[in-house]
Structures are given as C-alpha cells and as structure tokens.
C-alpha cells in the first residue's frame, strides 16, 4: 500500500507519516517547504528508523506534480498541503484561492488521469457557522469568517463535485478541530515561522522565554470562565484519525465529511492552567479585546468518525500540554540548529 502526502513535512503531516511508517505502510512525501522545513525528513526517519522517497514540488503546480504520479503507483493520497494562517488570509485572499484551490483541482486531475481512487483531505472546523451551535455535527450550517475557512469549504465542494462525476472516487473530508502537541520524541512538532497565530505555539514560547506573555483575546464571552472554548485535539490521535480513514475510503465510494475532534471543549484559561501543571511553568497573560472572527465556544461531535472509521480521540489535554513543552523546550529554535 503506497500513500502519497502532500505537506508531508508539515505539523500535521509529519506527525502522520511517523505513524504510518510505523504501521508499515510505503510513503512518498510531496512538499515544497513554503511553510515547512526539509530538515523534517530527516525527524521523520529518526523516530521511525524507515526511508521513503521524497519530492521538492509545488502541489498546484501540473507539470511539477505530475512527476510523482509517473514515478510511483499510488493508492490513497492525503492532502495536507495548503496555507493555513487565518489572518494572513484575510490580507492576501487572491494568494490564497489561487495556492490552496489550485493544489486541490490539480491533485483531483493527476488522480483522474493515473487512475488514483482515494484521498483523504484535510479540511476544518474553520467551514462551520460557529454562530448558531456549539456542539457542531457534519450536518450544522456552514459558513466562514474568513478565507482560509473558504479556501476549505469551497476544497470540499470541489471534492464532492469530482465524486458525483467519478462515482469510483473516494474521498474523505476530514475536519479537524484545534490540533496541537507533538510526539512523544520531541524530535517534531508545530513550527510557525514569526509570531505564532494559534494559542499553543504562542504559549509554548513565552514559557520557553521568546515573548514576554500570553494576551488572552477576551473574557466577557458567554462561557464558563468567559473565555474562548475550543476543542483541542492530540496531534497524535488526529495522525491516527487519518490512519483510519484509509481503510473507510478503501471500502467506501463517495465523498463524505467527517469531524476529528475529542467531543470537549476547554477555555483558554483551562489550556493555560493546564499547560503551566504540565511544564511546571508560570504563563502570565493578560486580558485583551475580542479577536475578529472569533466566537465564543464550539466542539466537535466526534460520533460520526467513531461509527464510521472506528477512530476516537484517547490523548488528554495534559499530554497535548506535556508534548508541545517537550518539543518547545528540545526545540527552542525550531528546526534551525
Ligand atoms: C484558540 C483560542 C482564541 C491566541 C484556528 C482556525 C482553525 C484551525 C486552528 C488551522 C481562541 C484564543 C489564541 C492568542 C488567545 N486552523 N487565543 N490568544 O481560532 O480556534 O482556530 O486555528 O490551521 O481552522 O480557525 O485557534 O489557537 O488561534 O485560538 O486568547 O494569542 O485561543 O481567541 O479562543 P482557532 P487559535
């Protein structure tokens, strides 16, 4: 079994080629490291003690792309590949329609064209109206606030279009909640360039020293605490959420959504806490405005992955904690030396 990884040297995608390699399966990873950095690969076969082969390509690009389907017989490709810094996104919309759509009707043309039958597709949380419901099943109302959100949802209607005209395509679109953590090695893990958009990169470096404190966007939320919740999700299990969905789209026509998500919500206050028991460090933030686009609580209904794929979440928030320290802490520089 040959799986094909777009952003496969990304965070969620080297997170998922360790644990394929680990389950045995052949791997080729296709990146061109716009957001990533080549030194992964040489974490990934550290941790794994496996080779695979690996191509320095733009996945929106045919000619560059199509490389890989002529030099190898793929039988499941997971998209990873694609920008994904929310507010970047709302600054250079065009960049992003044109990267992230272009990577997905490229990908869905080679697949035609080499008879490639299944791929799994990393969606988001972000294509919900988070507005109306809390506990968000596939079938809640979609809508976005902000195009990177777009970007996704608009991936999956190419997606379902693609399958209604190929009924032997098989397509799973996975939407992840809030991943976050690292492997247990420390050896790979989240690595934004600049100052970090999401919560935990932004708390693992104001404990490693890199920013002064942590400032919480809001506390008048109609929530427990009064802080954004979200459900956060082990890297891990989300690799693993992927593993079982190979096996789905092996034995399913169609394109289907499908949640990863634990199901629980936590507030930015219960991360932190969370965080400083894990680490034994002191986070100190303060209060600030409302970031636009946020809203105040939302989590996954994670049924439809447990029916279907036979997948559920098993990390707590303390090891999601207790990983991204580690990774922090090894890696205080990132991948640089
Ligand atoms: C979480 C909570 C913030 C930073 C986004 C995308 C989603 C996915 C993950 C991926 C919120 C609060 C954050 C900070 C804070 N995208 N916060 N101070 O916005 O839920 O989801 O990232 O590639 O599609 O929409 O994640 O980690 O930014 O925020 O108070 O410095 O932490 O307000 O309540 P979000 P996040």
């Known amino acids: 079994m040959k799986l ?46 496996k080779d695979f082969a690996h191509y320095n390509c733009d996945v929106a690009n045919y000619s560059e792309f ?3 389907f002529k030099e190898h017989k793929i039988d499941v490709v997971i998209h990873f590949a694609g920008y994904k810094a929310v507010g ?24 035609n064209k080499y008879g490639v039958e299944n791929c799994i597709f990393s969606s988001s ?40 005209a190929n009924p032997k395509l098989s397509i799973a679109l996975l939407r992840y909640f809030n991943p976050i953590g690292s492997h247990e090695s420390g050896l790979i893990g989240d690595n934004p360039n600049g100052i970090p958009n999401n919560l935990l990169p932004y708390i693992t470096r ?27 999700i082990h890297v891990v299990d989300l690799a693993l959420g992927h593993i079982a969905a190979i096996d789905y789209c092996l034995n399913n026509k169609g394109a289907i959504a499908i949640n990863l998500g634990t199901g629980k919500g936590y507030s930015v206050l219960e ?10 460090v002191k986070i100190p ?24 794929l036979g997948w559920e979440a098993r990390l707590d928030l303390e090891q999601m904690c207790a990983s991204a320290w580690k990774w922090q802490k090894m890696n205080p520089n990132g991948y640089e030396e």
């Open 285 to 308: 933030y303060e209060f600030t405005g409302r970031r636009e686009g946020d809203t105040a609580e939302y989590y996954a209904s994670p049924e439809l992955a447990k029916k279907l």
């Open 125 to 164: 949380a972000a294509v919900y109206d988070s507005t109306k419901n809390r506990r968000l099943t596939e079938d809640s109302p979609l809508s976005c606030t902000n195009t990177y959100g777009y970007t996704k949802l608009m991936s999956e209607q190419i997606f379902k279009d693609a399958a209604r």
């Open 4 to 49: 094909l990884l777009t952003g496969g040297a990304g965070y969620i995608g080297s997170h998922t080629a360790v644990e394929l390699l680990n389950k045995g399966y052949e791997i080729v990873i296709a990146d061109n490291y716009s957001n990533s950095d080549p030194k992964v690969l040489d974490r990934i076969r550290k941790i794994t003690n």
């Open 88 to 111: 970047e996104s709302v600054k250079i919309p065009l960049e992003y329609y044109e990267n992230n759509l272009n990577a997905t009707i490229t990908l869905l043309k080679l697949m």
């Open 271 to 280: 991360v932190v806490h969370a965080f400083e028991k894990a680490s034994g």
């Open 66 to 68: 199509e490389r890989v």
């Open 206 to 232: 104001v404990a490693v020293g890199k920013l002064d404190k942590l400032y919480i966007f809001g506390n008048d939320y109609d929530t427990r605490d009064g802080t954004g919740v979200r459900d956060y």
